[in-house]
Nanobody, 121 residues
Framework: QVQLRESGGGLVQAGDSVKLTCTSSARAFDEHAMAWFRQPPGKEREFVALISWGGDSTNYADSVKGRFTISRDNAKNTVYLQMGSLKPEDTAVYYC??????????????WGQGTQVTVSS
């Protein structure tokens, strides 16, 4: 069973930057695309960003484009989400997802437990 573990969340102020980290136990980590999703309070889980297995292709939700950057280090089985110019509406539990593609949570096989990011105004 593959385990994904996120870290790096916390309470920050609007305009701040935060970097989330997700480490995977998958043996074939470098063969799978990875993604970040988030679930704001009282809302559905939504797509944030994804990155191809080699890191050469990325895709972002319009709401975070230009502010967030997804990257990966296959040697460390790790994917990152660098978040900048944070807004209160970015407040959510952020989830790492593995072995899938696209913007639907249903398309991913593996999930982390989530890390809370709270942005105060």
């Amino acid at each position: 069973q593959v385990q994904l573990r996120e870290s790096g969340g916390g309470l920050v102020q609007a305009g701040d930057s935060v970097k989330l980290t997700c480490t995977s136990s998958a043996r074939a980590f470098d063969e799978h695309a990875m993604a970040w999703f988030r679930q704001p309070p009282g809302k559905e889980r939504e797509f944030v960003a994804l990155i191809s297995w080699g890191g050469d292709s990325t895709n972002y939700a319009d709401s975070v484009k230009g502010r967030f950057t997804i990257s990966r280090d296959n040697a460390k089985n790790t994917v990152y989400l660098q978040m900048g110019s944070l807004k209160p509406e970015d407040t959510a539990v952020y989830y790492c997802a593995g072995r899938g593609w696209g913007q639907s949570p249903a398309m991913y096989d593996y999930w982390g437990q989530g890390t809370q990011v709270t942005v105060s105004s």
